[in-house]
């Protein structure tokens, strides 16, 4: 099977030749410089290093399409841009000075080479009057999606491989975080509620408006749609499903509401942490995958009954463990953790193998080496013991 049948059959719940895997498709599937480069390496490769999104400080790597076919990736992602403006800006800044991005929100070097988010404009707000006030980014600027067309056509024509649409920039409740601060907007929540709903509204309708640029120069030419908000911690959520329920559902709802109404592709959800105690809510608003599965937090770590309850209704990608397993385990370990979640996940379809978020630069890239060929040893249906 190419990769795309291998994928599309998965979606499906239908048993493909083998589990796919997702790898340097989007952010959330993607590595960092570090093990990039010891890939290379031990591959024999050399060239120039590519960022997602163009992003340096982001620190996620592009691969390379030889690295992409050595570790059998059945998936090509598709991005969006930040605006040609805010790339020129940051540019031609001062070395080492922050990253400012296209809404106002920006990283700081805490160390040489690491970056972390520190700018949030909207740290104090708490009224209305300061959203409607705000200089919002223009999301009509056509630069954020003038190579979307050609590199989806592209993707199409070839056939081989599924394409995963990845607006990362489009988060509603982690933008709010990246305008108020993860500490603040969630204290808002609770205090301020009227205005915090105001601003995860603002956010979401110019996510939106960016949304429907990006569908529409894709048309046909996707598989999946990645969006999706971060909602857990290692053992719980960072709200409560009741609050969730009433401010973030609705919104998470009309925007997944919005895309069906201009795409057949599956909806790819990113939400990292225990989110078990969402996952009915999640399909009741159309979610059709769950990424990055995180395996070592709270009840989502019971891939036994996350697959008994949700695997006729919810596709997995993820839950090959980043925290413990891959950063300090042997190869063989890694061998043994692909094989328990294929074991797991994978009978009847409805999994496609990737580690829990990023893989960081911790892992040895013989670790790396070891998720993929394990998964195409342990991965060929029939799933076997």
């Avoid at 592009?62 to 800006?89: C, I, K, N, W, Y």
């Avoid at 592209?154 to 056939?159: E, I, K, N, Y």
């Avoid at 649409?165 to 969630?186: I, V």
């Avoid at 193998?353 to 890239?365: C, D, G, K, S, Y």
Wanted: net charge negative.
């Amino acid at each position: 099977m190419s990769g795309r049948d291998r994928v599309l059959a998965a979606l499906n719940h239908e048993e493909p030749d083998r589990v796919p895997i997702v790898i340097g498709a989007s952010n959330a599937t993607g590595m960092k410089v570090a093990p990039y480069h010891g890939l290379k390496r031990l591959l024999g490769l050399d060239s120039e290093d590519r960022y997602i999104y163009d992003w340096p400080e982001l620190g996620t790597i592009l691969p390379d399409e030889a690295v992409l076919e050595r570790l059998h990736a059945d998936v090509r992602g598709v991005f969006d841009s930040f605006p040609a403006a805010t790339l020129a800006r940051n540019r031609s800044r001062a070395p080492h000075g922050p990253f400012i991005d296209d809404w106002g929100s920006g990283q700081v070097e805490i160390e040489d080479g690491t970056w972390y988010p520190g700018i949030h404009p909207m740290a104090d707000a708490t009224t209305i009057d300061a959203i409607e006030r705000y200089p919002w980014p223009d999301m009509d600027d056509p630069s954020r999606v003038a190579h979307v067309h050609d590199t989806a056509a592209r993707l199409a024509a070839d056939g081989r491989y599924a394409i995963l649409a990845t607006p990362w920039l489009l988060f509603p409740f982690e933008r709010a975080f990246a305008m108020q601060g993860l500490e603040q907007f969630l204290l808002n929540l609770a205090v301020e509620p009227d205005f915090a709903e105001a601003l995860l509204r603002a956010i979401a309708d110019r996510c939106k408006a960016l949304m429907g640029h990006f569908l529409a120069e894709l048309g046909e030419d996707v598989d999946m749609i990645k969006i999706g908000d971060d909602l857990g911690t290692e053992q719980s959520l960072l709200m409560s499903p009741a609050m969730y329920r009433r401010i973030l559902k609705p919104i998470h709802a009309d925007y997944i509401a919005f895309i069906r109404e201009r795409t057949k592709a599956k909806i790819f959800f990113h939400t990292d942490g225990d989110v078990f105690d969402l996952l009915d809510d999640l399909v009741e608003i159309g979610v059709d995958i769950l990424n990055p599965v995180q395996s070592g937090s709270g009840k989502l770590g019971n891939l036994a009954e996350v697959k008994r309850r949700y695997g006729s209704r919810l596709a997995f990608c993820g839950a090959i463990d980043t925290q413990r397993v891959l950063p300090t385990g042997t190869p063989e370990q890694v061998r043994a953790e692909v094989r328990r979640a294929i074991g797991t996940l994978g009978p009847g379809g409805g999994y496609l193998l990737a580690a829990v978020h990023t893989i960081m630069n911790e892992v040895p890239p013989e670790n790396i080496l070891a998720i993929v060929d394990a998964a195409v040893e342990f991965g060929t249906y029939p799933i076997r013991d």
